[in-house]
């Protein structure tokens, strides 16, 4: 499939600890960018929220507090995506 872009694609799935935009933070955040060339870039974070993620939320998308607990908050790999 030819998309015959100009500038680059970018689609996003995120993961959090619940659904309160105000209070709840990502867990998980994924990335596929399509270059105008045709390559397709990927990037995928668990994240720690350093707030303790509902048990309501695991049951949803299986991340647990435990699988967070030694990776990066979002603003440490914020800038990462932000290019």
């Known amino acids: 499939m030819n998309l015959n872009l ?3 694609l970018c689609f996003f ?6 659904v309160n935009v105000a209070n709840d933070r990502i867990i998980e ?3 596929i ?3 105008p060339n045709g390559e397709i ?21 299986g991340i647990s ?4 607990k030694d990776k990066p908050t979002f ?3 914020a800038r990462d995506y932000a290019r």
């Open 13 to 18: 799935d995120i993961e959090a600890t619940g």
């Open 33 to 35: 960018k399509v270059l």
């Open 41 to 61: 870039q990927h990037k995928t974070n668990l994240l720690n929220p350093t707030i303790p993620i509902p048990a309501e939320s695991t049951m949803i998308h």
């Open 75 to 77: 603003k440490e790999v």
């Open 65 to 68: 507090n435990e699988d967070v």
């Open 6 to 8: 100009k500038i680059p």
């Open 29 to 31: 955040i994924a990335v």
